[in-house]
């Protein structure tokens, strides 16, 4: 996992001010461009859940990047979880709270068996409330979420909180920028 680390630390892009004044984005992009980075992101991920899981999810959008490369590496599936509106058969659906409204996330009704075990991805995990939505929604559809794993977890905004009683694993934890 340290290579994974001085991957991340060597290739994200930090920008400040992005999307809003205050705000100082982590652009992990660079980190999936590179072949060797992003070899290393995806075996530490595979490794901190090996053998727990049948399916990975991926949260869109990267998080499909990450699931797509965990299920090939370990030979699972891969589950899309897409934002409302965007599935063409029946689905689940979980509605939750931004910061200024609401937003929902939706999974077809018929892409997992019940009790399949599946490991949720996504790039970060800041406040938590997209992970949180997309393991309700996996719960709706029988299935167990085995844990999520997150590339950067935005340390001190509550989102690890939010998912108390879940599994997470963060490959790096990282200090939000003073607003």
């Known amino acids: 996992m340290d290579r994974a680390v001085a991957a991340i630390d060597r290739l994200t892009v930090v920008v400040p001010d992005f999307p809003s004044p205050g705000i100082l984005f982590r652009d992990l992009t660079p980190v999936f461009a590179d072949a060797a980075g992003f070899r290393e992101v995806v075996d530490a991920i595979a490794a901190s ?10 949260v869109e959008a990267r ?10 590496a370990t030979g699972t599936g891969v589950v899309t979880i897409r934002k409302a509106g965007k599935l063409p058969r029946a689905v689940h ?16 009704q018929s892409d997992l068996p019940a009790g399949s075990r599946v490991l949720v991805l996504d790039d970060v995990l800041a406040t938590g409330g997209t992970l949180v939505a997309a393991c309700t929604l996996l719960d709706k559809a029988g299935a167990t979420v085995v844990g999520c794993g997150v590339v950067l977890e935005l340390g ?13 694993h963060a490959l790096e934890i990282v200090a939000p920028a003073p607003r």
């Open 93 to 108: 659906r979980e509605s939750y709270d931004l910061e200024y409204g609401q937003a929902a996330l939706e999974i077809h």
């Open 63 to 72: 998080g499909f990047l990450l699931a797509a490369a965990v299920g090939y």
């Open 156 to 168: 001190g905004l509550g989102g690890r909180e939010k998912l108390a009683g879940r599994t997470v």
């Open 49 to 58: 859940f090996a053998g727990t899981f049948d399916a990975v999810a991926g």
